[in-house]
């Protein structure tokens, strides 16, 4: 069965700070790759996606994420955090049917 | 687009209590999905259909637990009889089947509290 892996379960950063959050997955076929943020409060949102192609990929608010097919990995990077970014993330994949497996989220404090 | 709809977006009720909840999907999407977020368990997918048909609801907790798509622009998730346990965040979210993948829209959700 698929499995999504977070393994942060919460972290803290001061402003500025660089992020990356790992995201690992079990699934011998092909995937879909998504990684949602939901505002404290909110509805999750889309941040990025990858289908195929490029396995860099970028998302909105400056959030990029890598697909290393070798690892089963999706982790998510900021270069630069900030306070607004105060949320909790989700890794998701998506196989041959449509829905999602979600992670279990990274909850990200960033302190001003 | 106003997105998925979904009402109400807080319940309160108590046990024992009927509680149906309502979602509206984004207009042209073909799939629809129910989904439960608690601290203790995180995000749990209930059901979800495509083109009105339930495709699978393994998630469904138990047989108090009912959905139904009686048209491709209304959803409802009942529970009856409903219990403390139920308390969560139930979201709705709809996609578009698309040739190589496709993303969830997702709903503002509905508080459920049951006392």
């Known amino acids: 069965a698929q499995s999504v892996s977070q393994h942060n379960h919460h972290v803290i950063l001061s402003e500025a700070a660089s992020l990356e959050l790992g995201c690992n997955y079990s699934?011998?076929?092909?995937?879909?790759l998504f990684w949602y943020v939901q505002y404290p409060g909110q509805h999750l949102q889309l941040l990025l996606k990858?289908?195929?192609?490029?396995?860099l990929v970028k998302g909105i608010k400056g959030f990029e994420a890598e697909f290393i097919k070798s690892k089963f990995s999706f982790n998510l990077r900021k270069p630069s955090v900030q306070w607004s970014d105060t949320a909790e993330y989700f890794c998701a994949v998506q196989t041959g049917a449509n829905n999602l497996f979600f992670g279990t989220g990274t909850r990200l404090t960033v302190i001003p | 687009d106003a997105g998925v709809i979904q009402s109400p977006r807080h319940e309160v009720t108590e046990m024992g209590q009927e509680v149906t909840l309502r979602c509206k999907p984004i207009?042209?999407?073909?799939?629809l999905f129910w989904y439960r977020q608690t601290m203790m368990r995180g995000l749990e997918l209930l059901i979800y259909f495509n083109n009105n048909v339930p495709i699978d609801d393994s998630g469904m907790p138990e047989d108090r637990f009912s959905a139904k798509m009686p048209n491709a622009s209304f959803s409802t998730l009942k529970i009856q009889p409903s219990e403390p346990r139920d308390s969560a965040v139930y979201f709705c979210?709809?996609?578009?089947?698309?040739?190589?993948?496709?993303?969830?829209?997702f709903g503002p959700g509905t508080r459920l509290t049951v006392t």
């Open positions: 699934y011998g076929g092909t995937v879909n």
């Open positions: 207009s042209g999407h073909d799939y």
């Open positions: 990858y289908f195929s192609g490029d396995p």
């Open positions: 979210a709809s996609s578009l089947r698309r040739a190589g993948g496709n993303e969830q829209y």
